[in-house]
């Protein structure tokens, strides 16, 4: 072979080299997921929307989560961007609210229970099947913080129970500057409030003085709830949700953060 022909053949190999290296496939983005922390913004294909919270935890070599309704627990195997979960076992509450809250619930756990492999699209967990499609996406978690969030009630200690809001009511919160305001369901009011570490002091309140006679029971959830208010010890706060408890460490109020 001449020293010609020998240059095309050379020629020839490199770019039969290069369009092979070229048709080959990109690995796929992995990540540790041991310590990560995720909420469900798709499923099924469809975006979620629920102020219920689909979540899904990986730490210590188990997972954990919620699932719109009832927390779960168990274990995962992770190979390169295989992925599978161990029996995952639930709480079993029977949530009415919101509405179809439980569905969602039966959806997510499915979802789960078929997943086989994972992968990250411009920063979010895409669980998927056997057969590569996409099962549920989650987002990276944030925590809210304390001060500067806008916090709905969810729930009061009232008496040695716990209550749900009044229907057609709403009572917020706000810690910014030493002082906490929002409304109380009926009246605006504002308190104090100084914080060392995870405790919490609010002072008394001080409030409008409108008189509400509807809904019913909206002045006595009212008065619950600056009760509540001002016997704070402490507070956790959990991705989007506040609790704030008493000096004995019983929950007084829990709330959840105004979407953004």
Known sequence: MNLKKSSVVTSVILALAV?????????????????????????????VQTPAEGTLDFADGRVTGKAFCNGFGGSYELDGTALTFGELVQTLMACLEPEGVMDLE??????????????????????LNAEGSELVVLSPAESATLEGTLWQLTGYRDGDGVRSLVLDTEITATFEDGSVSGAAGCNRYTASYTLEGEGLSVGPAASTRMACMEPAGVMEQESAYL?????????????????????????????????G
Do not use: H, K
């Not at 080959?24 to 294909?45: F, H, K, M, S, Y």
């Not at 039966?106 to 669980?127: C, E, K, P």
């Open 19 to 47: 369009l092979l290296a070229a048709c080959q496939p990109v690995p796929a983005e992995t990540i540790a997921l041991d310590g990560t922390r995720w909420n469900v913004v798709e499923l099924d294909g469809e975006p």
């Open 106 to 127: 039966t959806a997510y756990m499915a979802a789960l229970n078929s997943a086989r492999s994972y992968r990250i699209d411009a920063g979010r967990l895409v669980l």
């Open 227 to 259: 009760a509540a208010l001002s016997a704070a010890a402490s507070y956790a706060v959990e991705r989007t949700r506040l609790t704030v408890y008493d000096t004995g460490g019983a929950m007084l109020l829990t709330f959840v953060a105004a979407p």
